[in-house]
């Protein structure tokens, strides 16, 4: 079954080149938010292999990666990491789980 994320947010995909012998390690994101100095907002992670597109119900098939506290610098590191090898396409999706300050 699917369920329901009551918040704003985004999905998107990552390809990691034909070219990129190793691969792409996602480590974590910038994002460009609008948090007072001092403040925080709480953000959950997700990933699957594959896109996005067809799968923006949120299911099984997302591997939840954590919820995340993220403060005025705005920047995101994920535990662990995600590895996209060579050619693969990544999705993430990134919810907001705190009204913005």
Known sequence: GSWVIKSEGVMFDIR?????????????????????????????????AGG?????????????????????????RIKPSVHIPSGSTQAFAIFCLTKPN
Do not use: C
């Open 16 to 48: 990691a080149k034909q070219t990129a012998e190793q691969g792409v390690l996602i480590t974590g994101f910038e994002l460009n938010l609008d948090i007072k100095p001092g403040y925080y907002e709480e953000y959950s992670v997700y990933t699957r």
């Open 52 to 76: 996005h597109l067809y799968f923006t119900h949120m299911d099984s098939r997302w591997i939840h990666l954590g919820t995340y506290k993220v403060g005025y610098a705005a920047s995101l």
